[in-house]
């Protein structure tokens, strides 16, 4: 769990084991900002802290096993394998300028993309087979997780987050709302938070096909404040809250209807022609992973 308290600068972060009658928590580190991601066996986890380190921390020793050597760059959250142990994480540049997107995989790196500039987000897809990257809310990237060769690409600039299906087919992905018969989406930088400020009409779900870069584009909407921290900080909250349906037919989100209501809204991505419904009243929804 990430926490802030007002007697301790930064982010904490605490392992929390519910054991019944004897549940136990314990603080395991601090950083400003700290972002992290869990081994699939749940004994280890990856930290970025302070944008100038990146850690192993190990469950049992309770205590960091290793300091990576590279130096963090331009992004947030670094992500493990949900299969094995490999890690992914951006390396800054020998000149500090720009991020190599790469894969440690038996203690050797393996370049996916080179010299990116600008901010990188980028996420594995369920099966370890594909990355998908995107640089400053830029068009959506997927390569081949072993040889870094291009497989997908959006046609559109403006991705704002992105999130894979379970069946790691496609990925959903949030961009500005364009006028009827635009086609650029692109957002400039700064996210969701600062298209919507900046009088945006609201922001759309695209679905990304892998395997022939093909993009279906639904419904318009206005998220709620939780739904935009989500989406703003997606590359850390898709490692653990799930969007898409377990069979990779729905999305779930929330909304503000034009009345001002927050709702929590299903949508049908298994088709081009899909009518959004509300579900209930309230803020933010995930799915379950079964």
Do not use: C, K
């Given at each position: 769990?990430l926490?802030?308290?007002r007697?301790a600068?930064?982010l904490?972060?605490?392992?929390?084991?519910?054991?019944?009658?004897?549940d136990?928590?314990?603080?395991?580190?601090?950083?400003?900002?700290?972002?992290y991601?869990?081994?699939?066996?749940g004994?280890?986890?990856?930290?970025?802290?302070?944008?100038?380190?990146?850690d192993?921390?190990?469950i049992?020793t309770?205590d960091?096993?290793?300091?990576?050597?590279q130096?963090?760059?331009?992004?947030?959250?670094?992500?493990?394998?949900?299969?094995?142990?490999?890690?992914?994480?951006?390396?800054?540049?020998?000149?500090?300028?720009?991020?190599?997107l790469?894969?440690?995989?038996?203690?050797s790196?393996?370049?996916?993309?080179?010299?990116?500039?600008?901010?990188?987000?980028?996420?594995?897809?369920?099966?370890?087979?594909?990355?998908?990257?995107?640089?400053d809310?830029?068009?959506?990237?997927?390569?081949d997780?072993?040889?870094?060769?291009?497989?997908?690409?959006?046609a559109?600039?403006?991705?704002?987050s992105?999130?894979?299906?379970?069946?790691?087919?496609r990925?959903?992905?949030i961009?500005?709302a364009?006028?009827?018969?635009?086609?650029?989406?692109?957002?400039g930088?700064?996210?969701?938070q600062?298209?919507l400020?900046?009088?945006?009409?609201?922001?759309a779900?695209?679905?990304?096909?892998v395997?022939?870069?093909?993009v279906?584009?639904?419904?318009?909407f206005?998220?709620?404040?939780?739904?935009?921290?989500l989406?703003?900080?997606?590359?850390?909250?898709?490692?653990?809250?799930?969007?898409?349906s377990?069979?990779?037919?729905?999305?779930?989100?929330?909304?503000?209807?034009?009345?001002?209501?927050?709702?929590i809204?299903?949508l049908d991505?298994s088709?081009?022609?899909?009518?959004?419904?509300?579900i209930?009243?309230?803020f933010?929804?995930?799915?379950?992973?079964d």
């Amino acid at each position: 769990v990430l926490l802030t308290t007002r007697e301790a600068p930064g982010l904490l972060v605490e392992l929390v084991r519910d054991g019944g009658a004897a549940d136990s928590h314990q603080r395991v580190g601090v950083g400003s900002p700290f972002y992290y991601s869990w081994s699939p066996d749940g004994t280890r986890m990856i930290w970025q802290r302070n944008t100038d380190r990146i850690d192993i921390y190990d469950i049992e020793t309770g205590d960091v096993i290793e300091t990576l050597a590279q130096q963090p760059g331009f992004f947030a959250a670094p992500a493990w394998s949900p299969v094995d142990d490999r890690l992914l994480f951006g390396e800054r540049s020998p000149d500090g300028s720009t991020t190599n997107l790469v894969i440690r995989a038996n203690e050797s790196l393996v370049t996916l993309a080179p010299e990116l500039e600008g901010g990188v987000a980028f996420s594995w897809s369920p099966d370890g087979n594909y990355v998908a990257y995107t640089v400053d809310q830029s068009a959506l990237f997927v390569v081949d997780a072993v040889t870094g060769e291009s497989v997908a690409r959006s046609a559109v600039n403006g991705v704002l987050s992105f999130f894979w299906s379970p069946d790691s087919t496609r990925i959903a992905f949030i961009s500005v709302a364009t006028p009827q018969g635009s086609f650029s989406a692109d957002a400039g930088t700064g996210g969701v938070q600062a298209a919507l400020a900046q009088g945006r009409p609201g922001i759309a779900w695209s679905v990304l096909d892998v395997e022939t870069s093909a993009v279906r584009r639904y419904t318009t909407f206005i998220p709620t404040r939780d739904m935009l921290y989500l989406l703003q900080y997606f590359d850390q909250f898709s490692q653990s809250h799930r969007v898409w349906s377990p069979d990779s037919r729905y999305l779930l989100y929330s909304e503000v209807t034009p009345e001002g209501d927050p709702v929590i809204t299903l949508l049908d991505v298994s088709g081009d022609d899909s009518v959004p419904l509300s579900i209930a009243e309230g803020f933010v929804g995930v799915w379950s992973f079964d």
